[in-house]
């Protein structure tokens, strides 16, 4: 449809057509990339205080207490690392034992909120400590090179993973010699993840091949359980089904920032654009509509659209979608395989931004 075209039916106002993630290839310089070492939007205000453990999982209070006392204890370091202080002491940088918190447990138990809350509670400035997905941290290998990234890293006094996996032994071994690195010069690391240290890789390639790098990066991290049901669910409505053509085209005509798209084309764009990008390409979008949601066809397609859903909801962009339920995007073979944690973060994060999209929706 033309820019300068007006859906049949909606309000004279809105002449604009929406927008689209297709025609966007966005390109991110390396020092963004680093600049947005931060909690996503979704985390800007959460804090240790604003975390409300389910009183029957006593697991989740523990966290809170314990991750509480790890960024107080943080509070010593040096502040442009630890790894400078060797040059005015002669104790060792690095204390005894692990030099990290390693949070593991469901999708939906609060874990990205603890971690975020963990970057807030560290008494440093926000240049001293970066978060990321572990996604966002191997891209930012790419961008800068190993050894550069070593030495921008090396002097913070934190780094939070969220979303820690291992999908590959390139990145096994990448990661065991980067963290391995930061350790080293005095940097605490904290992580979450739906799968134990040492289980890292299972089901995914031949982990028994990297038991020495997948046990080095275990020794980094104490593990941290949390339990608990996915806190999306808990006492709320079912996700809304999906909407027909129409009314998802007439709600993005109607909502200035909402992007449009056919489902298939945009996981054909995915297949173009470095999952290092994703997030650039949901900027300034108040809304993604979506129509002709359907399965989706291969392995490597459905861990683009994980990443991509996993942008969407750090930046609460609501997702109005025609087509198949979101929990049906993923075969049964995908959900019973090695990636299923991801697949089912991803479904649990689309069905809240779709239950975020019903005030788009005409009633």
Known sequence: MSSSTAFPGQSPLAETAPLSLCAREPH??????????????????????TYVPDPNQPSQSEAVTVLAGFAAGLGGAHATGAGRR????????????????YLDGGYGVGKTHLLASLWHATPAEPSLKAFGTFVELTNLV??????????????????????????????????SSLLSRLVEAGVALAATSNTLPGKLGEGRFAAVDFLREIQGLSAHFRPLRIDGEDYRHRGLPEAP?????????????ATPGASLDDFPGLL????????????????????VCLTGVGAVPDQSTALRLVVLADRLYDREVPVLASGLPFDQLFSEEMLNGGYRKKYFRAISRLTALARDAKGLVAQ
């Open 142 to 175: 790419g961008a800068l090179g190993f050894q550069q990234t070593v030495r921008t890293l090396s002097g913070h006094r934190l780094l939070c993973i969220d979303e820690f996996e291992l999908d590959d032994p390139g990145d096994t071994v990448l990661v």
């Open 241 to 253: 089904p999906p909407y027909g053509d129409e009314q998802v085209t007439r709600a993005a005509y």
């Open 86 to 101: 060797r040059w005015f002491s002669k104790k060792p940088a690095a204390p005894a034992g692990p030099r990290g918190v």
């Open 28 to 49: 991110v310089p390396a020092d963004r990339l680093v600049a947005e070492m931060v909690p996503p939007p979704r985390f800007d205000s959460v804090r240790f205080d």
């Open 268 to 287: 054909d764009h995915l297949a173009r654009v470095h999952p290092s990008r994703y997030g650039a390409l949901t900027d300034d979008l108040r809304a």
